[in-house]
């Protein structure tokens, strides 16, 4: 198979099948006759791995060992299941810093919704910012 051949039966670009090349993933030949690269069966299955274990967040890397260890004939099953448990620990951890940020940003845009502008006056920049979490100020951006 060609480089688009490989890429269609993947459902990937061009592109991509190139760079998993340069990275040492795939292992194409070269045509004597035309110097084209020659993808092969194993070829289309190493790129469709690479590109279900990327949907899963793997890193190349990380593919990289996975595939490294299955050429050698050891199974990359234990590395997978600990990458992957500290990975979801650590989307889970990412997922509440995401939710706390938008509880921060629902309030703030609560509070400013009926404030008027206010003009940089040298001792401030935007009081919205400077005074979204001081509960003292409500009127915080008002003009002088």
């Not at 459902?11 to 099948?17: A, E, I, Y």
């Not at 040492?24 to 045509?31: A, I, K, S, Y």
């Not at 502008?117 to 001792?123: M, W």
Request: net charge negative; charged share 30%.
């Amino acid at each position: 198979m060609k480089v688009k051949e490989i890429a269609t039966a993947a459902g990937v670009n061009p592109d991509t099948v190139r760079f998993y090349t340069r990275e040492g993933l795939l292992r194409p030949t070269r045509n004597p006759d035309n110097n084209y690269q020659q993808y092969d069966a194993e070829d289309l299955r190493r790129l469709r791995f690479a590109r279900k274990a990327r949907q899963l967040g793997f890193s190349l890397p990380e593919i990289r060992q996975i595939l490294e260890r299955a050429d050698d004939h050891h199974s990359p099953c234990p590395m997978v299941r600990d990458v992957f448990q500290q990975r979801l620990a650590e989307v889970e951890q990412e997922i509440s810093e995401l939710q706390k940020l938008r509880a921060r940003m629902v309030s703030a845009l609560s509070t400013w919704q009926d404030m008027p502008d206010g003009t940089p006056d040298g001792h401030t920049i935007c009081r919205l910012i400077e005074h979204w979490d001081d509960p003292s100020s409500s009127s915080c951006c008002e003009e002088s």
